[in-house]
């Protein structure tokens, strides 16, 4: 059998330009499988190198078995790769550097291992906890979950692949609380998380005389905490009612310690919280009470808050649709499932 390789020209390409970020950002699944395979060619028609060898190199470094297995945060990554690779071909032909090896934490702050790491090729920034990351700094990617109803994770930070858990900052233990109480009915805390809850919650002598803590006194879960700290306990929960409660708690009194962007996720915990508690425009009998329901609320809030910004496993739009739009595309995707399945 021979192996035939096609080797094309860079001059459509040129002409057309590169794509901008928020071209890259704006294309769904499919457009962004058609743009890689163009940048593919592109690159190849740049580089003088066959199309087969640009696709194999740009699979293996996202660790992809085929294009179509790519999800939206890996396509997009590609392009722009390719797109240095298009104007600085030399940049494909050297070699990717090795990413340095991390040392993962031990005992209940260990994670799992990242699906893929790189370096990153221009400065970006995280997509869990939203911190600026520099050209050349490690990113990588989370194993994905099967059948989730949100949306995966995007590129992290080094920090967020490894340390989140093990050595955790109140905007990480925020960005927690927010993701268990979306999909769930509580929150499951480890050691770690426990340690800095109980500091953050026991820094302000006043914290008994808040308004928060009147409504649901704390003493038995700082109790249930404190002991999580020194068994070293995997997990702690922390039923609905009091993360509430919690999250009250400590935007009342924040603390010294808390930065303007924990005081930002704070806020958005409480108007989530808030809208989900009193919900508006919501027909129960079609969305219950659960991760369904939310996800509604925060398609079509009027206010994104900062969490729109943030990534995470869930999906929070910038683009606010009415309910009326939402239920008319609801009715689009069934028809169209109705003539695929026709």
């Not at 722009?80 to 690779?85: N, Q, S, Y």
């Not at 958005?268 to 919501?282: K, M, S, V």
Request: charged share 25%.
């Amino acid at each position: 059998m021979t192996t035939t390789f096609e080797v094309l020209s860079f001059e459509d390409m040129a002409d057309a330009g590169p794509r901008s970020d928020a071209a890259i950002d704006a294309m769904a699944l499919p457009q962004l499988r058609a743009a890689a395979r163009e940048d593919i060619r592109a690159v190849a028609g740049a580089a003088g190198v066959p199309v087969a060898k640009v696709e194999i190199r740009i699979r293996k470094l996202f660790k992809v078995k085929a294009l179509r297995d790519g999800d939206v945060h890996d396509l997009r990554a590609m392009l722009r790769e390719m797109r240095v690779w298009i104007g600085r071909p030399a940049v494909f032909r050297t070699p990717a550097p090795r990413s340095a090896k991390i040392s993962q934490p031990e005992g209940a702050g260990r994670m799992a291992r990242p699906r893929v790491t790189k370096r990153a090729i221009e400065d970006t920034a995280c997509g869990l906890c939203a911190d600026p990351v520099a050209a050349g700094e490690l990113i990588g990617r989370m194993r994905g979950t099967v059948a989730v109803p949100y949306e995966v994770t995007g590129w992290l930070c080094q920090h967020c692949l490894y340390q989140r858990r093990a050595t955790p900052r109140r905007r990480d233990l925020l960005l927690r609380i927010f993701h268990d109480l979306y999909t769930g009915q509580g929150v499951g805390l480890n050691a770690p998380e426990c340690a800095l809850l109980l500091a953050w919650l026991t820094e302000d002598p006043a914290v008994r005389d808040s308004a928060a803590w009147k409504g649901e006194p704390l003493d038995g879960t700082l109790t249930r905490l404190q002991m999580a700290v020194q068994e070293g306990k995997e997990e702690t929960w922390l039923a609905l009612a009091t993360t509430h409660t919690i999250a009250a708690l400590l935007q009342e009194l924040p603390g010294p310690a808390t930065e303007p962007a924990d005081l930002d996720l704070l806020a958005a915990i409480t108007q989530c919280r808030d809208e989900w508690t009193y919900p508006r425009h919501l027909e129960h009998t079609r969305f219950g009470t659960g991760a369904g329901h939310r996800r509604f609320l925060l398609d079509t809030t009027t206010r994104p808050t900062a969490l729109s910004r943030c990534g995470g496993p869930f999906d929070l739009h910038q683009a606010v649709p009415t309910p009326e739009q939402t239920v008319a595309e609801t009715s689009e995707d069934a028809s169209d499932d109705a003539d695929q399945a026709d």
